[in-house]
């Protein structure tokens, strides 16, 4: 495999359910995010971690807990999710956190709150 | 704060015509980046085009090109001879210490 995977591509979920979003990446980044896309509205960053360690936390709420364990895996853990939690939500990575390297994004975990 | 702006939320353009995608910004910062990502219906985000802000020769790969005005912020996109796949939504972003990206631009390729 290469690049970057998510799973699930989909996920359904009860406002009381837990549930966690994986994102792995296979480019040897050390520079891992998270990204709320919703529709009409612009990709909002929500937590960046550099080298394993949380490094920016976009005044996202509580009930979204982000897991780094190591340079190629990311989570973001879900739970008590509300209605307008349903989004795409992207995990991407890239080489530094600064500057002019690219991210890489996955495909996305397309999530719906029942 | 910085900002980006794409006022065009939506464009269409002829197949193997040229198209430009407007983008603006708003820093105050000297050295920064900009890019072009292409998020197709398969939904996968992907870079076509980065610009480094010291850099006044603009960004060129293959058939899509920037226009950079680093005085009147902006950074527009160009796509030459539009092709099918080139169908997606087209996002403006910068980086500096932040990332901010742009609400983006739906691109139609009509045969």
């Known amino acids: 495999e290469t690049g970057v995977t998510q799973t699930p591509r989909h996920l359904v979920m009860g406002m009381t359910n837990k549930k966690s979003l994986k994102c792995e990446q296979h480019?040897?980044?050390?520079?891992m995010y998270w990204y709320k896309q919703s529709a009409k509205k612009p990709l909002e960053l929500m937590f960046v971690y550099s080298l394993e360690e949380r490094v920016e936390n976009n005044s996202v709420p509580s009930r979204f807990s982000p897991e780094c364990p190591n340079s190629s895996h990311l989570f973001l853990h879900l739970h008590t999710l509300q209605p307008e939690d349903s989004a795409l939500y992207l995990c991407?990575?890239?080489?530094?956190?600064?500057?002019?390297?690219?991210?890489?994004f996955g495909d996305g975990t397309r999530l719906s709150i029942l | 704060a910085q900002t980006v702006t794409q006022s065009q939320p939506e464009m269409s353009v002829q197949e193997a015509e040229t198209v430009t995608l407007s983008c603006t910004y708003d820093t105050s910062e000297s050295d920064y980046y900009l890019f072009w990502y292409k998020q197709p219906p398969s939904r996968q985000m992907i870079l076509v085009i980065r610009q480094e802000a010291y850099k006044q020769q603009n960004a060129t790969e293959n058939r899509f090109s920037v226009n950079f005005q680093k005085a009147a912020k902006s950074f527009s996109l160009k796509i030459s001879d539009s092709q099918l796949g080139d169908a997606a939504m087209y996002f403006c972003a910068y980086r500096d210490d932040k990332i901010i990206f742009g609400k983006g631009t739906r691109l139609h390729i009509l045969p």
């Open positions: 480019l040897g980044h050390n520079a």
């Open positions: 991407a990575s890239s080489q530094g956190r600064w500057g002019g390297q690219p991210q890489h």
